[in-house]
Nanobody, 112 residues
Framework: EVQLVESGGGLVQPGGSLRLSCAAS????????LSWVRQAPGKGSETISI????????WYANSVKGRFTISRDNAKSTLYLQLNSLKTEDTAMYYC?????RGQGTQVTVSS
């Protein structure tokens, strides 16, 4: 069974940083591309970043490009998302995803 467990969210001031982690199990982690998806209150889901299996390709939504960095450690079966220069509009639940499967999410709240 695929399991994805996100952590690292919290309350941060505008301009601050967070590092999200996603511990994965139940599948061959190093064989799959993965993504980060977020959902703000009252809004639809937004895929914000994708990384392929060996980290040779990454993609970012325009809304986060230049501020967020996706990475992975295949030896640890862990996906990361570094969030810098956070804005209030980044407030959302953040999920890591393998295809249509998501974890339970970690809340990021950006507020002064």
């Amino acid at each position: 069974e695929v399991q994805l467990v996100e952590s690292g969210g919290g309350l941060v001031q505008p301009g601050g940083s967070l590092r999200l982690s996603c511990a994965a199990s139940g599948f061959g982690f190093s064989n799959y591309g993965l993504s980060w998806v977020r959902q703000a209150p009252g809004k639809g889901s937004e895929t914000i970043s994708i990384i392929n299996s060996d980290s040779s390709y990454t993609w970012y939504a325009n809304s986060v490009k230049g501020r967020f960095t996706i990475s992975r450690d295949n030896a640890k079966s862990t996906l990361y998302l570094q969030l810098n220069s956070l804005k209030t509009e980044d407030t959302a639940m953040y999920y890591c995803a393998k295809g249509a499967v998501r974890g339970q999410g970690t809340q990021v709240t950006v507020s002064s």
